[in-house]
């Protein structure tokens, strides 16, 4: 059973765990938003407990470093899971992603 959809702040950055898609992804902004809202020029976000991603998870990851990239703060993925750097990949986004 996929765990639900959380976004935290530790004293790393950001963390993301559980499932991330079509389902909830519109729903996971405004939060995502109010926790990088005044965030240094660069911000960490772990992507190691994110679960069975799919486009809608690279959608959403996307258009989060477009806004923050928009904002003057730049999004720093880790540990981002295999599964979703092939689909970036195959999408022709994954230096977007790593930017």
Do not use: Y
Not at 49 to 71: E, I, K, M, N, P
Request: contains cysteine; proline residues 3%.
């Amino acid at each position: 059973m996929d765990a639900a959809f959380a976004i935290e702040r530790g004293s790393d950055g950001l963390r993301l765990r559980g499932r991330l898609g079509f389902d909830n992804a519109a729903a996971a902004t405004p939060r995502w938003r109010e926790l990088v809202a005044g965030a240094v020029a660069t911000a960490d976000v772990d992507a190691a407990g994110l679960q069975r991603c799919d486009s809608a998870t690279l959608a959403v990851l996307l258009a989060w470093a477009a806004h923050a990239s928009a904002a003057g703060t730049r999004l720093r993925f880790r540990n981002l899971p295999p599964e979703l750097l092939a689909l970036a990949r195959l999408c022709g986004t994954e230096d977007l992603l790593q930017a």
